[in-house]
């Protein structure tokens, strides 16, 4: 049998914590957030008393960026678990478009990560990619002229790109 942990009760869309894990109390009805002391975030159920905590992370999210998820997915199979650092090199020397979108996601994610607490300051160079991932957006059907009174269906695709940081 598996043991719960606090990040079984993370929302995969959202990125934080719905219930207790012990518990099951909701997020709005009796969680608060504990002092941040180490890299990770502390919560403190008020039902159970009871305490847990996940990593510290930065989430940054872009949607409806006009390239197809498949040329954005040569980028971000680039820097996937790479350190932040090294990450912004790799895109910025990158030739393809896609790059540039991905480079500000990944510095919005690390000022995310730093406006979180600003009581303490996080290490940039310890902090790498955990997750980064693109989900395809919707398409655009648009019609170019063809011979002999014909018509050929164009698509114009788009993507949603997702880039969570952590401390290593």
Excluded: W
């Excluded at 990125?15 to 099951?24: D, Q, S, V, Y």
């Excluded at 990450?87 to 990560?113: G, M, P, W, Y």
Aim: proline share 4%.
């Amino acid at each position: 049998m598996f043991r719960k942990t606090a990040l079984d009760k993370i929302h995969p869309k959202t990125l934080k914590i719905t219930t207790c894990p012990n518990c099951n109390t909701k997020i709005k009805k009796g969680l608060k957030k504990l002092e941040l002391k180490s890299e990770f975030e502390s919560y403190e159920c008020e039902n159970c008393n009871y305490s847990f905590s996940f990593p510290f992370q930065g989430v940054a999210k872009k949607t409806f960026i006009r390239s197809s998820p498949r040329k954005m997915r040569l980028i971000t199979d680039l820097v996937r678990g790479k350190y932040v650092d090294d990450a912004l090199t790799i895109l910025r020397f990158q030739t393809k478009h896609a790059a540039r979108d991905c480079e500000n996601l990944l510095k919005s994610a690390i000022a995310n990560v730093d406006k979180k607490d600003e009581n303490r300051a996080i290490d940039k160079d310890s902090l790498f990619i955990k997750e980064i991932f693109v989900d395809q957006g919707p398409t655009m059907k648009r019609i170019s002229a063809a011979p002999m009174g014909r018509a050929y269906r164009i698509k114009k695709r788009s993507n949603h790109l997702t880039i969570v940081v952590a401390p290593k």
